[in-house]
T-cell receptor, first 110, second 112 residues
Framework: GQNIDQPTEMTATEGAIVQINCTYQ??????LFWYQQHAGEAPTFLSY????GLEEKGRFSSFLSRSKGYSYLLLKELQMKDSASYLC???????????FGAGTTVTVRA | DGGITQSPKYLFRKEGQNVTLSCEQN?????MYWYRQDPGQGLRLIYY???????QKGDIAEGYSVSREKKESFPLTVTSAQKNPTAFYLC???????????FGPGTRLTVL
């Protein structure tokens, strides 16, 4: 089976930094996605990592270590609008199927 | 505006009734997907289709059926055989040879 783990909830203060970890054990691995999902809405794409290392996109950065089966999403200079669920998803096969973690709900406090 | 539409946003049905959820995209994407999302669980793949007139079962296809008669449309039928149909259903699509999936706004189905 596929095993993708991420923390259930995290809370941080406006302006702070939060790191959301994701560990995975899957039968195949092509790359790893991070999506943001506000309550009751569609997930929206944040990042896709294929190679080891850190990729930065504005306030959001994503890191991947393929040998360790580990990724994290770093959210800097937190804003209230960043309160959402963050989904880690593994692209595990050549037929474009994704396996999702349960999501991490981030709450940003003033 | 290009995008994926799902209708309706909220749907209520009585137990034992079949119900069809709509998904339409005008992104000219070949591949389309249906996921189910339950509280505390990740998105789970129900069915997916990579081209018109072809579709494959995902991880939890039992109690569901789909059709792909047109590139733009991928309706999902939740049958009475689905034991726990109340959930948030998300449709997605992706471009040829692209991995990123774009999601529709979702339909929240409640079976009473």
């Amino acid at each position: 089976g596929q095993n993708i783990d991420q923390p259930t909830e995290m809370t941080a203060t406006e302006g702070a930094i939060v790191q959301i970890n994701c560990t995975y054990q899957t039968s195949g691995f092509n790359g790893l996605f991070w999506y943001q999902q506000h309550a009751g809405e569609a997930p929206t794409f944040l990042s896709y990592n294929v190679l080891d290392g850190l990729e930065e996109k504005g306030r959001f950065s994503s890191f991947l270590s393929r040998s360790k089966g580990y990724s994290y999403l770093l959210l800097k200079e937190l804003q209230m609008k960043d309160s959402a669920s963050y989904l880690c998803a593994v692209d595990r096969s050549n037929d474009y199927k994704l396996s999702f973690g349960a999501g991490t709900t981030v709450t940003v406090r003033a | 505006d290009g995008g994926i539409t799902q209708s309706p946003k909220y749907l209520f049905r009585k137990e034992g009734q079949n119900v069809t959820l709509s998904c339409e995209q005008n992104l000219n994407h070949d591949a389309m997907y249906w996921y189910r999302q339950d509280p505390g669980q990740g998105l789970r793949l129900i069915y997916y289709s990579q081209i018109v007139n072809d579709f494959q079962k995902g991880d939890i296809a039992e109690g569901y059926s789909v059709s792909r008669e047109k590139k733009e449309s991928f309706p999902l039928t939740v049958t009475s055989a689905q034991k726990n149909p109340t959930a948030f259903y998300l449709c997605a699509s992706s471009a040829p040879l692209a991995v990123e999936q774009f999601f529709g706004p979702g339909t929240r189905l409640t079976v009473l």
